[in-house]
């Protein structure tokens, strides 16, 4: 069993800044790949960013790349998303999720292959 717990959300000036926290209960955490997911009211959940179970690769969504970074700190189970010069396009629930297989680069950003999910953190964007 695999735990999630996301945090850091909160409303924002477009233009600024939001670090969002996933922290990680399990004693695999480190073979996990993760992700970021995002939902907005009356849309589809969508990818945001993912992380391999090394750290070594990671993919992000055309419309937040460049803008945030996906880490992760094994030694603390826990995995983070920088979020800077947001918008109002930004708002959403943010989801954690969790794979615990080791996943090929191209499929990192289907939600299908990710079996642990966080109840998710509001991310409010005002202009």
């Known amino acids: 069993q695999v735990q999630l717990i996301e945090s850091g959300g909160g409303l924002v000036q477009a233009g600024g800044s939001l670090r969002l926290s996933c922290a990680a209960s399990?004693?695999?955490?480190?073979?996990?790949?993760m992700a970021w997911f995002r939902q907005a009211p009356g849309k589809e959940r969508e990818f945001v960013a993912a992380?391999?179970?090394?750290?070594?690769?990671?993919v992000y969504a055309d419309s937040v790349k460049g803008r945030f970074t996906i880490s992760r700190d094994n030694a603390k189970n826990t995995v983070y998303l920088q979020m800077n010069s947001l918008n109002p396009e930004d708002t959403a629930v943010y989801y954690c999720?969790?794979?615990?297989?080791?996943?090929?680069?191209?499929?990192?950003?289907?939600?299908?292959?990710?079996?642990?999910w966080g109840q998710g953190t509001q991310v409010t964007v005002s202009s």
């Open positions: 399990g004693r695999t955490f480190s073979s996990y790949t």
């Open positions: 992380i391999s179970w090394s750290g070594g690769n990671t």
């Open positions: 999720a969790a794979s615990s297989h080791r996943l090929l680069y191209s499929d990192m950003s289907r939600p299908a292959l990710y079996g642990y």
